[in-house]
């Protein structure tokens, strides 16, 4: 069965720490995975999605598939990252997309 | 307007009464889509639309009937809900399903339900 794990429900970092939120996922097939981004009082929104190999503010995420990880990372937090943060894969007939269960990222001044 | 709207914003009712919430996309995408979202459970898919026909009810209890009358708009009609039914409820669409490549999911800003 397909699953996205998310374990940290809580990241707390200081600005300009490197930030690393976790995401595994169970998978048959190629598959295609996203970070969804929603900051406090905004709408859930893409934040970026592994086929486009892109760097959206700052953030990159690289799929392992020998580890079935998806790892979001940063080098240096900035205090309006804090938001919560879901990993999020389609399904295998893409008529759904499952997400993990979310990680709140705080980034202390 | 562009994207996706939801009404009402906040929504408060009986566990008696009947409401509906009502969800509009601007984006031109073909799959339509009804979230929930609690602070105990992840979020949870609840229907799926794709072309106006449902594609996926998740296991959602029968108080909770989605409509879809056309690839612009969707609705969740609720009656006789239960207090644990309260949450944000959220619309989102997508240009395409079922081409097991996935597609960018794009979110209203949601329904807050209480249920009293």
């Known amino acids: 069965a397909q699953r996205v794990t998310q374990p940290e429900k809580l990241l707390s970092v200081f600005k300009g720490a490197p930030v690393e939120l976790k995401c595994n996922y169970s998978?048959?097939?190629?598959?295609?995975l996203f970070w969804y981004v929603q900051y406090s009082r905004q709408r859930l929104q893409l934040l970026l999605r592994?086929?486009s190999r892109e760097s959206i503010k700052g953030f990159t995420a690289d799929l392992n598939k020998g580890e079935t990880s998806f790892h979001l990372k940063k080098p240096f937090a900035q205090e309006e990252d804090s938001a919560m943060y879901y990993c999020?894969?389609?399904?295998?007939?893409?008529?759904?997309?499952?997400f993990g269960a979310g990680t709140r990222l705080f980034v202390k001044a | 307007e562009t994207g996706v709207t939801q009404t009402p914003r906040h929504l408060v009712m009986g566990m008696t009464n009947k409401k509906s919430l009502k969800c509009e996309q601007h984006l031109g995408h073909n799959a339509m889509y009804w979230y929930k979202q609690s602070a105990k459970k992840p979020l949870e898919l609840m229907f799926v639309y794709n072309f106006k026909e449902q594609t996926e009810n998740n296991s959602v209890p029968s108080r909770f009937s989605p409509e879809c009358p056309n690839s612009s708009h969707l609705f969740l009609h609720l009656h006789t809900l239960q207090p644990e039914d309260s949450a944000l409820y959220l619309c989102?669409?997508?240009?395409?399903?079922?081409?097991?490549?996935?597609?960018?999911?794009?979110f209203g800003e949601g329904s807050w339900l209480t249920v009293v």
């Open positions: 592994h086929i």
């Open positions: 989102a669409s997508s240009p395409l399903t079922g081409t097991g490549g996935g597609n960018t999911i794009y």
């Open positions: 998978y048959s097939g190629s598959p295609e």
């Open positions: 999020a894969l389609p399904d295998t007939g893409g008529f759904k997309t499952i």
